[in-house]
């Protein structure tokens, strides 16, 4: 090696010194912490029950589907008809293409004349108002739902038009406006529902909501076709299939 | 020759006990600026084997291209392109080029001493 003066020497180690420092740091930077594990045993437990139930509702729909099979194939041509329309009316009840009866909660919308000075339009109902509501519906359990005479399906449209909140394309009637929700449990929705937050969104614009369960209540069916031109269908092999 | 690669342990060793992290948004600059600092300390290398070291050149070299490369990267993030690349490539390429000319001069070397080795004993 060619021997270099002391002074050199020193810059050297000294640029050395700094780009190791640089490096480390660099290093220290990129290198995300991992990571852990930290749920503790009770955590866990309740992770795999949950993932235990999913588990066997899984099974259950399996067999239901492979019984629809087994059904199919071993049958006669007037029984194969036959299955065909029972599983077309269960997945025309899922779609809200039927009238539906059942126990749940009906809710009533009216307006609020408390303060006169403020109030000196009738109140309405806005989409936004509809949606939360009915987004916390569902969340707390709702079946099926309906906004005075129009069924709310997936596809469903709620929106301004005008000036007026159209629901299924049809305007919403004026105030006071029935909301029929059917529910496994009507009293656990009605629970949920008394000290959720739409409710106070609906007093700020003059509006009230009383609720109260009834046994029989009857929801109409979703009148019009439903328009599926966003909808595909995938010829991808799903997952599990061989 | 054994000081700056105690230098360089003492250094890393010093980074990874001080436990620094600089923020995710900068973390780029400092990348670009390790890059800036190899290619210098290379070239400062490569120029001390060639006889032609120069200590001002260097370190005003090796901070005045860290600067630059940081500034570069902060510029292109300004401007919305990706100018960090370029001093990614610029180094990227002398850093290789230095390394190969650093090689050649060992090799070169150690096939003169053994030249020299077998002249004496002829």
Same mark, same amino acid.
């Given at each position: ?12 180690? +000294? ?35 949950? @993932?235990?139930? %999913?588990? @066997? ?18 049958? =006669? ?5 036959? %299955? ?17 009866? $059942? ?10 004349? @408390? ?10 109902? !806005?989409? !936004?108002?509809?949606? @939360? ?12 739902? =309906?906004? $005075? ?46 000290? !959720?937050? !739409?409710?106070?969104? +609906? ?21 019009? %076709? ?17 | ?14 980074? /990874? ?8 948004? *900068?973390?780029? *600059? ?31 070299? /090796? ?20 100018? *960090? ?10 850093? /290789? ?26």
């Amino acid at each position: 090696m060619i021997e270099m003066n002391i002074r050199s020497k020193i810059i050297f180690s +000294f640029v050395f010194a700094l780009v190791g420092f640089m490096i480390a740091i660099q290093f220290q930077t990129t290198q995300e912490p991992k990571v852990r594990d930290t749920r503790d045993l009770w955590e866990v437990r309740t992770e795999l029950q949950k @993932q235990q139930k %999913t588990q @066997q509702e899984l099974l259950a729909k399996e067999r239901e589907l492979n019984k629809m099979i087994a059904q199919y194939e071993g049958q =006669s041509n007037f029984e194969k008809v036959e %299955t065909l329309n029972k599983s077309l009316n269960n997945l025309k009840l899922k779609a809200g293409l039927t009238e539906v009866k $059942g126990a749940g909660l009906m809710l009533t919308v009216e307006p609020i004349f @408390q303060d006169l000075e403020y109030a000196e339009t009738y109140p309405t109902v !806005s989409p !936004s108002l509809l949606h @939360q509501l009915i987004n916390e519906l569902n969340t707390y359990g709702a079946k099926d739902i =309906s906004i $005075g005479q129009e069924r709310i399906t997936n596809l469903s449209p709620i929106r301004d038009v005008n000036g007026t909140t159209y629901v299924n394309n049809h305007p919403v009637p004026p105030l006071p406006i029935k909301i029929k929700v059917l529910a496994e449990d009507p009293e656990k929705l009605l629970n949920y529902m008394e000290v !959720s937050d !739409s409710l106070e969104m +609906f007093v700020i614009e003059n509006l009230s909501v009383s609720m109260e369960i009834r046994k029989k209540l009857t929801l109409p069916e979703y009148e019009q %076709t439903p328009d599926l031109q966003y909808l595909e269908t995938e010829d991808a092999t799903e997952t599990g299939e061989t | 020759m054994w000081l700056p690669i105690l230098f360089l342990i003492v250094g890393i060793s010093l980074g /990874f006990i001080s436990d620094i992290r600089v923020p995710e948004e *900068y973390a780029n *600059y400092l990348s670009i600026a390790v890059l800036a600092a190899f290619d210098t300390l290379l070239g400062g290398i490569r120029a001390h084997l060639e006889k032609k070291f120069d200590q001002a050149v260097f370190v005003s070299g /090796f901070f005045f291209n860290v600067i630059l490369a940081a500034f570069l990267a902060f510029l292109g993030v300004q401007l919305g392109v990706d100018l *960090y690349l370029a001093a990614v490539f610029a180094f990227g390429v002398r850093l /290789f080029q230095n390394i190969a000319i650093i090689r050649r001069y060992i090799v070169d070397r150690r096939s003169n001493k053994k030249e020299i080795e077998k002249n004496e004993r002829k």
